[in-house]
C-alpha cells in the first residue's frame, strides 16, 4: 500500500512573496523531523516559481491547481500540462468543485485534462464529490461513479497509478462542516469497488484515495484513521504552517 498523501491547496490565496514563505516553513519543518507521508502544496499558477525554489531540494511537492486539455495554442488566459511540468510540477488538481460549479467544467472536460495531463507526465488528483442536494436525493454514488467514469475514461491502464481521487463533498467545502467517518468511507469504499471493478483488483486497490472538505488539526487524526481513508486535500487549514502541519503528521502518529 502506498503511503498516504496530504496536499494543501492554497486556492487563490497569496502573494509570491506570501507563497514561498510558507512553503519554505512547511519544507524546514518536514525536513528536520519528517513525516512518513507525502506532501504536496498547490499555490496559484503565480507563485508556482517562487514555491517550487522555496521547497528546493525538500521532500514538499508542487502542485499546480488546474490545466487546459492541449499543450499549447491560441487559448488565452490557459495554462498547460507542458507549461506545468516546465516549472516543476510534480501533480495537477483536476474538476475541484469549484472549477465544476463556479467554471461551469463538465466531466468531458475533466477528461480531456486528465489526458493531457497524464501525457505530459503529472500525476493527477482527481476531484469528485456531490452537492447537498444530490445527497438528499441519495444520489451521491450514482453522481461519482459518474465522474469517475468520464473522468477516467481514457485513463490507460499505465495511466492509473499516477492518478488519486479526492472525496470532496461540495456542501463540507469551506463550510466547517466536514463529512462525518462514516459517510467518508462509505463513499471511500464505493469508489474503490469502482477501481476495482474497472482496473482490476491489483491496480484498482493501490490507487490512493484521499478525503478533503473543511479538514483541520483537530478533525484529522480521526479523519486520518477512518477507513479507506489514504490522504487528505486541505484547503483553508492549508494556509498557515501551524495548521498544516499537525494535519500532515496526524498520520505519523496514527
Ligand atoms: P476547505 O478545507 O477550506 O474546506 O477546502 C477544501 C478544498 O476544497 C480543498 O481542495
Known amino acids: ?30 525536513d528536520e523531523t519528517p513525516a512518513s507521508v507525502e506532501v504536496a502544496v498547490a499555490p496559484p499558477f503565480t507563485a508556482l516559481a517562487p514555491v517550487k525554489q522555496a521547497i528546493g531540494n525538500s521532500k514538499v511537492q508542487l502542485a ?28 495537477v488538481i483536476l474538476g475541484h468543485s469549484e472549477r465544476r460549479h463556479i467554471f461551469h ?48 475514461k481514457g485513463a490507460i491502464k499505465d495511466g492509473i497509478d499516477k492518478i488519486e481521487i479526492a472525496y470532496e463533498p461540495v456542501w463540507a467545502i469551506g463550510t466547517g462542516h466536514n463529512a462525518t467517518p462514516e459517510q467518508i468511507s462509505q463513499v471511500h469504499a464505493g469508489i474503490r469497488l469502482f477501481l476495482v471493478k474497472s482496473f482490476g483488483e491489483e491496480i484498482g486497490s493501490q490507487v490512493r484515495i ?36 499537525p494535519i500532515v503528521r496526524s498520520f505519523t502518529e496514527n
Open 64 to 91: 499546480a491547481q488546474n490545466c487546459h486539455w492541449q499543450q499549447n495554442g491560441a487559448f488565452t488566459g490557459e495554462v498547460s500540462p507542458t507549461m506545468l511540468r516546465d516549472i516543476g510540477c510534480d501533480f
Open 210 to 245: 484521499l478525503y478533503g472538505g473543511s479538514v483541520n488539526p483537530d478533525n484529522a487524526p480521526e479523519l486520518a484513521k477512518t477507513a479507506n481513508v489514504s490522504g487528505l486535500l486541505v484547503g483553508g487549514a492549508s494556509l498557515k504552517p501551524e495548521t498544516f502541519l
Open 105 to 152: 467544467e463538465s466531466d468531458v472536460f475533466v477528461a480531456k485534462k486528465m489526458n493531457a495531463a497524464l501525457e505530459s507526465g503529472l500525476r493527477i488528483i482527481l476531484c469528485v464529490g456531490e452537492t447537498l442536494q444530490e445527497r438528499r436525493k441519495r444520489q451521491t454514488l450514482r453522481i461519482i461513479s459518474r465522474q469517475l467514469r468520464i473522468a477516467l
Open 1 to 30: 500500500m502506498k503511503i498516504p498523501l496530504v496536499v494543501g491547496n492554497w486556492k487563490m490565496h497569496g502573494t509570491q512573496a506570501d507563497c514561498f514563505d510558507r512553503a519554505r516553513m512547511i519544507a524546514k519543518d518536514l
